[in-house]
């Protein structure tokens, strides 16, 4: 069990630019979620898959952002046309299945994104 | 819509001190709540997960309790110290929609002084 890996932990971009954040989740975690956090404020809820299954999206995510997890596995989070409101620490969670009774959530470091 | 309220918002204490720090939540049909831990520009790190059909949950200094009816949970710390010092933040797990999508506090940021 190495835990959640985020890549990349910075990424400074200018305004415009699409950028790319990839979350590897725990191995064996079926369910993987991003959130979105800004400063002194608790994760927003972005959107999650269990498997490759994209299940549910938020408001939050316009038609900017898109997700994917294409072999149930990894997951990349891409945001087109970034606008400096898009500058946030970007989380990404993973945890086994609901039902199982161990269904704890784990984070990884986060990819902090600042739009110039 | 799940809203959790973290009370206080932010707290400073001397070393030494037990502390008692608030999560609220409006629907009490959860399934699980969960605490956290996160310093400054980093991840979250779990403390605490309380199943819906348990009480309290307990960790070395760390003790969680869940009332379902009355939607709360505290995180108790025992002896405070100044490695306690970073944000702690409750996720609660709801049943509405059956999709369990963890919804979070804004959290407490404690620092605990020598």
């Known amino acids: 069990d190495t835990g959640v890996s985020q890549d990349p932990r910075h990424k400074i971009t200018k305004r415009g630019q699409n950028v790319t954040f990839r979350c590897d989740p725990i191995?064996?975690?079926?369910?993987l979620y991003w959130y979105r956090q800004t400063l002194g404020q608790g994760p927003e809820f972005l959107t999650y898959f269990q498997n490759e299954a994209q299940l549910e999206k938020s408001r939050l995510l316009s038609d900017r952002f898109s997700a994917e997890r294409p072999k149930g596995s990894f997951s990349t989070l891409e945001i087109q046309r970034t606008e400096q409101g898009d500058s946030a620490m970007y989380l990404c969670?993973?945890?086994?299945?609901?039902?199982?009774?161990?269904?704890?959530?784990?984070f990884g470091s986060g990819t902090q994104l600042s739009v110039l | 819509k799940q809203e959790v309220t973290q009370i206080p918002a932010a707290l400073s204490v001397p070393e030494g001190e037990n502390l008692v720090l608030n999560c609220s939540f409006t629907d009490s049909a959860i399934y699980n709540l969960q605490w956290f831990r996160q310093d400054p520009g980093k991840g979250l790190t779990s403390l605490l997960l309380i199943q819906s059909s348990q009480r309290e949950q307990t960790s070395g200094r760390l003790n969680a309790s869940l009332d379902k009816s009355s939607g709360r949970s505290t995180l108790y710390i025992a002896a405070s110290q100044p490695g306690d010092s970073a944000t702690y933040l409750c996720a609660v797990r709801g049943l509405a929609g059956g999709s369990y999508i963890p919804t979070f506090g804004r959290g407490t940021s404690l620092i605990v002084h020598p």
């Open positions: 969670a993973s945890s086994h299945p609901v039902g199982r009774g161990d269904e704890k959530l784990f």
């Open positions: 191995s064996e975690h079926n369910r």
